[in-house]
C-alpha cells in the first residue's frame, strides 16, 4: 500500500516505464504536479516569447520605413510651413510626432515678443517639447523587450528547479522499490531533464530575440534623436533670424 500511495502521489507510471515510452506528452503525463506546473510555465513563457517577437518584428519594421518615407518627405527641399500643412495628419511615425510637436511650439511662439529672453525661452520649449515626445516614442519601441529578458533569464532557473525537483522524486521511488533497475530510474531521470530542455527551448530563443531588438532600438532611438537634433538646428536658425 505504501509504494502505490507513493506512485499516486509523485505521478510515477510503471506501466509508462516498462513500456519505455518516453514520448513529449508521456513524460509530462508521468510527471508529478511540480514538475508539470514547471513545464506549463516554460511553455507558456516561450509561447509569450515568441508572440512578442513576432509583434516586435512588426514593429520595428513598421518603424523603419515609416522614418525612411518621413525623412524622405522632410528633406525634399519644401519649405517648414509646407511640411506642416502636409504632414499634419501623420499620426503613426514617431517622427512626424516630435515634428508636429516642435511646429506647435514654433506657431505659438511667432506672436510672442521678439526679445533675446523670449528667442531662448522658445528655443528651451522646442527642445523639451522634442525631447519628451523622443522618450515616449523610445518607450513604447522599448516596450516587450523587458518580458523578453525575465524568460531569458528565468527560465533556465525554473527548469533548474523542475529538474531537481524531479530528481528528487526518482531518488524517492528508488528508495521506497528498492530496485535500482535502469527501467525504474530512467523515467523520473528523463521526466526531470525534460524540464530543464523546456526551460533551455524557452531561454534561448528569449535571449536572442532579446539581443536583436535592443540592437534594433538602439539604432532607431539613436536615428530619432538624431533627426529631433537636427529639427532642432533648423527651428533655431528660423527664430534667430524672426520667422
Do not use: C
Request: avoid cysteine.
Amino acid at each position: 500500500m505504501m509504494l502505490i500511495d507513493f506512485i499516486a502521489n509523485t505521478g510515477v507510471n510503471l506501466i509508462g516505464a516498462v513500456s519505455g515510452d518516453f514520448s513529449f506528452l508521456s513524460l509530462f503525463l508521468r510527471a508529478d504536479w511540480v514538475v508539470k506546473s514547471v513545464m506549463i510555465i516554460l511553455i507558456l513563457a516561450s509561447l509569450w516569447s515568441w508572440a512578442i517577437a513576432i509583434d516586435k518584428m512588426i514593429s520595428f519594421h513598421l518603424l523603419r520605413k515609416r522614418a525612411t518615407n518621413f525623412e524622405e518627405t522632410f528633406w525634399s527641399g519644401r519649405t517648414l510651413d509646407e511640411l506642416s500643412k502636409g504632414l499634419s495628419k501623420d499620426t503613426r511615425d514617431p517622427m512626424a510626432r516630435v515634428f508636429a510637436a516642435a511646429m506647435r511650439e514654433w506657431d505659438e511662439s511667432r506672436s510672442a515678443p521678439r526679445s533675446e529672453m523670449a528667442i531662448l525661452s522658445t528655443r528651451e520649449r522646442i527642445d523639451r517639447v522634442m525631447n519628451l515626445v523622443v522618450n515616449r516614442e523610445i518607450s513604447k519601441a522599448e516596450s516587450g523587450l523587458a518580458v523578453l529578458a525575465t524568460v531569458g533569464s528565468a527560465s533556465v532557473f525554473i527548469g533548474l528547479f523542475g529538474t531537481v525537483w524531479g530528481i528528487m522524486n526518482a531518488f524517492r521511488a528508488i528508495a521506497v522499490s528498492q530496485n535500482t533497475n535502469l527501467t525504474v530510474v530512467a523515467p523520473g531521470i528523463a521526466e526531470a531533464l525534460f524540464a530543464t530542455a523546456l526551460g533551455l527551448i524557452a531561454a534561448i530563443p528569449a535571449v536572442i530575440f532579446y539581443n536583436k531588438f535592443s540592437n534594433d532600438l538602439d539604432r532607431y532611438s539613436g536615428r530619432l534623436e538624431g533627426y529631433a537634433d537636427e529639427l532642432s538646428a533648423i527651428l533655431s536658425r528660423k527664430i534667430s533670424k524672426g520667422g
